[in-house]
């Protein structure tokens, strides 16, 4: 059965960005709530191909060395 929740004290500009991100996905302020919310406890989402190259052009991965370099520096940074 759904529940209904509540959110007090939502300052004036987070509404207002709420309200325009509802907007240009076409949503309704609850519709977009919901999908805020099941997006971030679904996780991220699998990339897509593009997206994926997309983000190693990004970062100036272009052979399996520089991935390799990559990877390490990460690694070794935390």
Do not use: F
């Not at 699998?46 to 690694?75: F, H, M, N």
């Amino acid at each position: 059965m759904p529940v209904n929740l509540s959110i007090k004290a939502v300052p004036d500009t987070l509404a207002e960005k709420l309200r325009k991100r509802a907007a240009k996905n076409h949503r309704s302020l609850q519709g977009e709530l919901i999908t805020i919310l099941e997006e971030s406890l679904e996780g991220p989402r699998p990339l897509t191909v593009d997206e994926s190259i997309r983000k190693l052009r990004q970062i100036e991965i272009r052979t399996a060395s520089d991935s390799t370099e990559a990877i390490r520096g990460d690694r070794n940074s935390r």
